[in-house]
């Protein structure tokens, strides 16, 4: 390993003295070289003394480098008459001048280079100008500078004299910068002379050497094979021109499928190569130090030029000197000894305006020549920023929002683009378009199989009730309303639907929706509720209960009771609709219940038997204690919960001592029970008259959940997990049954089945248990918000907004949805605040959007339900292990140092389809390239990587706070903006944050 006092050494060259063999360090300054006892390493470096090492017995050096003292004495250059773009100083060790024929002060020359480069001398010529005397050998000493002219170095044999209107540029490099370049002779610091004539000569030479253009990553070639009389194959193709390794693999068939398989490889490289260091992309206003290795492989060392050259890709024009800082040359001088490399670099600024551009990097020395040639694509440093407002108001309430963020507005760069506002004035109707859901589900399974049944029995039950929904279905259909909420409002979306794994559940859902008035078809209904109570009669076992799959060889007791309790539901809700009555399916209905009893006299003469084994041993009381003990599970509860729903079917007196011991069982221990099976005990002991323990447990739910403003009354530990009692719609839908059975009040009941409505709002509802519950629970209880006309009455800064009088805009049936948008002029201040109110029952929602123009230094952090808070931290391999250091203004990055991205996210609600982009400055190289599923802080996501970004595609975000890392490296110097992180739902795009702006600095 190689390293100096501050840090491990990457790009260090180390080889075997005398050989060819030689190899250069990694990030973390290490290496791997062929070698055996008694060889002598060379170990160099730009800026550090060479080191020789032989080596003894050990396998393992720790070498560490000692910087250069050799360098030039400081030697002040004047610029003359020399305009300058920018106020920005040259790289460290060189200083520029450039002499054209309007210097007047001629007397600079004298005062930079008189008695400070040994061997130059200024002196007056013919009329005002000056020239440069360089005297020949006979005034060289051991403190002369080695100067070039034109590239080629000062032989010596007489004096040179060279006008000042001849000179193109001078530059003076020392210590590092002399001794990388030009080894040892340039310990006492080089001085570049370039003349007019020489750089035009120059240029034309390096305007000849054709540069590489094809860097495409895979070689075609179609697979036209010839054989020779030996047998032999030969075909042709061509190659890219990246200066790489490549894999060559062929498979060869006969007729009678015998094979043969070769994997060649090759290494396309030439004896002078030019490997540029770029960025993915370039950014407005960034600067960058763009690094080139140039390597050769000739049999001589090789002294020459290096030239980049910028273009407007689109225009075609030169920018070469717009982009590069004032006192940079776009030629550069190179030394390479032979098996070696050596590095040029130059320093841009990125401009405004550019869209993309050329870059033309091109080396020659002597007859050897290569180059690259490619285009850069330059993003803006503005970017559209969308700052979002959830909007919600209950029934008979009135309230006021404010954006903040648009009602304070002081930034001078910032530019207003477009005012959005969407408002729902019943979203109850969201809950209506769940059901094709159920009604299509594809799997053949006894629960989907029921679902549709009893979604076709719940669909015909509406319609019968209430002909507005006919009608409203019919307007539907013409509409943009049975469009998925993946695929809306994609104009206020971070991304579009296509380019997430998304869209096949955004076609599906657009599908099902948009299949929705065809569904609802009473003719179509009975036929479909006919056919899969058929099928759940053939695929009922003789013992009364379900498998999961037909033909299973299993009873499945779980699926048998959900399909007992969703009849039971039924009867509850259609039971006065004859054509739809329970008789359709009474017997069906009373084997499922008989097959559920002997199931659960089976687990309680397993209990009875166990406690016996216990008293035969034990003795009598430990008997008696044991049966005293909890032994109620979740099958038992639930079994009890199904039979509440039917006092009508007798309990035989050997089923009711069983069911008599697990009811008292859960009583006595409901404490113990989650918030799931702590409802199913309150219905059942409410059904059957134990209405003490009812009002126990009843007041206990009451004391333990939370009533939000915005959320509705719901639960903290009511949280998704695993088992089936831990779905969180399932669970609030049992709560609303459970406040229904207890006699709470209307308000309560709006305030259970708001949450429902602001989980869908967020979320698909995915399975067929969760949509069936809360499907029944929102349109079973509480006030009946379906038949609800009336709009929100919307106030924006001092406007009432009348949606039947907007131009273009639609007022979706049902729903009362409607969308408005104000253009750039037309955006205010006032209009940041918005006035909501509703008269009529339930609930609306809405969602304001501003969408804004700002350079991305400037943006700063959104403050919403969704908070993302980015850091940068410097990771290292230390003594006590791996270690991250905050980065700020003390942390300096160097090339190769190993970033970690931490990103913090806080989400005050539960969410699905959540896309987080985070930007990264063009300085950083990603680490992981693979776009792939990853799990990291409980947290599932789809990581894919761009050019310019990295993409999350997070499926499911519960409510809390989630912190992942991701690493990136440090690929090129300079200073850069590093963008924001952004974070949206799709399924709701009123529900989105960013991070604040940020800029990095690399030296």
Sequence with gaps: MVYDESDELPGVNVTVKGTNNGVTTDFDGKFKIKAKKGDILVISFIGMETIELKIKKDNFYSIKMIGSEESLDEVVVTALAMKSKRSVPPPPGVQAIQITEEAEDIDNISFALADRVAGVEVAPAPGASKKLIIRGMSSINNNKALIIIDGVPFAGNEDLEITEEDIVSVKVLKGEEAIALYGSQGKNGVMLITTKAGQEKINNELNKVQARTNFKETAFFYPNLTMDKEGNFTFKFTIPEALTKWKLQLLAHTKDLRTGYKQLNTITQKDLMVVPNLPRFLRENDTIIISTKITNLSKEKLNGIAQ??????????????????????QNMNFSADTKNSTTVLWKIFIPKYLQAVQYRIVAKAGDFSDGEQNILPVLSNRMLVTETMSLQVKENEKKTFTLEKLKNNTSKTLTNHKLTLEITSNPVWYAIQAIPYLMEFPHECSEQIFSRYYANSLAAYLMNSNPKIESVFKQWVSSDALISNLEKNSELKSIIIEETPWLRDAQSETEQKKRLALLFDLNKMKNEQEKALSKLKQMQRSDGGFPWFSGGRYTNRNITQHIAIGFGKLNKIIKNDHEFSSKNYNDLLKRSVSFLDHEILDDYQKLLEKAKEIGEKNGKAKQTEYLKQNHTGDFQI?????????????????????????????????TDHKLYTRGLITIYAKVNGDQKIANEIYRSLKEKSIINEEMGMYWKENQPSWYWYQSPVQTQSLMIEVFHEMGAEDNTMDNLKLWLLKNKQTNSWKTTKATTNAIYAILSTGSNWINENELVKVKIGNNIIDPTKLENTKIEAGTGYFKTTWNTAEIKPEMAEITLGKNSKGAAFGGLYWQYFEDLDKITSAKTGIQIRKELFLKKNTEEGIKLYKIDNKIILKLGDLITVRIEIRSDREMEFIHLKDMRASGFEPVNTLSEYKYQDNLYYYESTKDASTNFFIDHLPKGVFVFEYDMRVNNQGNFSNGITTMQSMYAPEFSSHSKGVRVNIR
Excluded: C, V
């Excluded at 407007?312 to 717009?322: E, F, P, R, V």
């Excluded at 009711?656 to 006595?668: C, F, G, H, L």
């Design 308 to 329: 980049i050259k910028f273009t407007d890709a689109l225009s075609g024009k030169n920018i070469t000197q717009q982009l590069l800082e004032s006192s940079q040359n």
């Design 638 to 670: 639930q079994y009890l919960y199904m039979r509440s729903f039917f006092k009508d079917i007798p309990l035989d007196k050997k089923y009711k001592e069983a069911a008599d011991y697990y009811r008292k069982q859960s009583y006595t221990y409901w």
